[in-house]
């Protein structure tokens, strides 16, 4: 349960008040990343159920819109920092880029196309696959997002920036703490199998994570290190990628429910 409280604590705006006796090693619960993930997914995805596929422009900025005030705007904050970064000139000026409290061309362009690609995908989901394959592609998304930024962790130890946030949290993520955040978007991948028995949906969940890893992985190594702000961008590539893929998939001819 701590795990659990320390994650929505920092993952979330929600106030939560932590178990006495906590420790460092539960201190931002890694371990429960995706299934908080999850959580925010599905309080994310009311608007896909109420306005939904009569409105699915409208439902889809709502969604993203509940996304980012459910976290605090957290992971987008660290991918406009992160793109900033990424076209300055030199690793001091890149540095000085991702720490300047003001979004610089690069971030805002980041932070509109990422989030215009996530309204629009979510409102292609919900003309092509209706409210059901929508809410559990952002489910998964959300779940997913945060479980590949705690797999960037345990596996970029090495390149973490010293003195920053990145290095406190790295230094509490293990290779378990990995495995278990990745259980929460695993059961929703079989749940989506399950319950649709779309295999379009359930290709397009499983290899939007995939390129949402690999793009997460391409920053840490552009940037030659990871911080803070870096695992933020982690989480929102990945989970744009998988309403992105998830999206093209189910619209395919092919793919679209009978």
Same mark, same amino acid.
């Given at each position: 349960?701590?795990?659990?409280?320390?994650? +929505?604590?920092?993952?979330?705006?929600?106030?939560?008040?932590?178990?006495? #006796?906590?420790?460092?090693?539960?201190?931002? $619960?890694?371990?429960?990343?995706?299934?908080? #993930?999850?959580?925010?997914?599905?309080?994310?995805? +009311?608007?896909?159920?109420?306005?939904?596929?009569?409105?699915?422009? +409208?439902?889809?900025? %709502?969604?993203?819109?509940? %996304?980012?005030?459910?976290?605090?705007?957290?992971?987008?904050?660290?991918?406009?920092?992160? !793109?900033?970064?990424?076209?300055?000139?030199?690793?001091?000026?890149?540095?000085?880029?991702?720490?300047?409290?003001? &979004?610089?061309?690069?971030?805002?362009? !980041?932070?509109?196309?990422?989030?215009?690609?996530?309204?629009?995908? &979510?409102?292609?989901?919900?003309?092509?696959?209706?409210?059901?394959?929508?809410?559990?592609?952002?489910?998964?998304?959300?779940?997913?997002?945060?479980?590949?930024?705690?797999?960037?962790?345990?596996?970029?130890?090495?390149?973490?920036?010293?003195?920053?946030?990145?290095?406190?949290?790295?230094?509490?993520?293990? /290779?378990?703490?990995?495995?278990? !955040?990745?259980?929460?978007?695993?059961?929703?991948?079989?749940?989506? %199998?399950?319950?649709?028995?779309?295999?379009?949906?359930?290709?397009?969940?499983?290899?939007?994570?995939?390129? $949402?890893?690999?793009?997460?992985?391409?920053?840490?190594?552009?940037?030659?290190?990871?911080?803070?702000? $870096?695992?933020?961008? /982690?989480?929102?590539?990945?989970?744009?990628?998988?309403?992105?893929?998830?999206? +093209?998939?189910?619209?395919?001819?092919?793919?679209?429910?009978?």
């Amino acid at each position: 349960m701590r795990t659990v409280l320390a994650a +929505i604590a920092f993952l979330t705006r929600v106030p939560v008040a932590t178990l006495p #006796g906590s420790t460092s090693t539960v201190s931002f $619960g890694a371990a429960a990343f995706g299934l908080v #993930g999850a959580g925010i997914g599905l309080v994310a995805s +009311i608007p896909l159920v109420l306005p939904g596929a009569a409105a699915p422009a +409208i439902a889809g900025l %709502l969604a993203v819109a509940l %996304l980012a005030v459910a976290s605090g705007a957290l992971h987008l904050d660290g991918l406009a920092d992160t !793109a900033d970064a990424l076209v300055a000139h030199g690793p001091d000026r890149a540095e000085r880029a991702r720490r300047d409290p003001a &979004i610089g061309a690069a971030g805002g362009v !980041a932070l509109v196309i990422l989030l215009g690609l996530e309204v629009a995908a &979510i409102a292609q989901l919900l003309v092509s696959g209706g409210s059901g394959f929508a809410v559990l592609a952002l489910v998964f998304a959300a779940a997913a997002g945060r479980a590949v930024a705690v797999g960037i962790a345990a596996g970029a130890r090495s390149k973490v920036t010293r003195g920053g946030l990145a290095e406190g949290f790295v230094g509490t993520v293990a /290779a378990r703490d990995a495995v278990l !955040a990745a259980l929460a978007p695993a059961v929703v991948l079989v749940v989506a %199998l399950v319950a649709t028995r779309s295999a379009p949906l359930a290709a397009g969940l499983a290899g939007g994570v995939a390129i $949402g890893a690999v793009l997460a992985v391409g920053v840490v190594r552009a940037r030659g290190s990871l911080d803070g702000d $870096g695992l933020g961008a /982690a989480v929102e590539l990945a989970e744009a990628a998988v309403l992105v893929v998830t999206a +093209i998939a189910v619209a395919w001819p092919a793919g679209q429910p009978r």
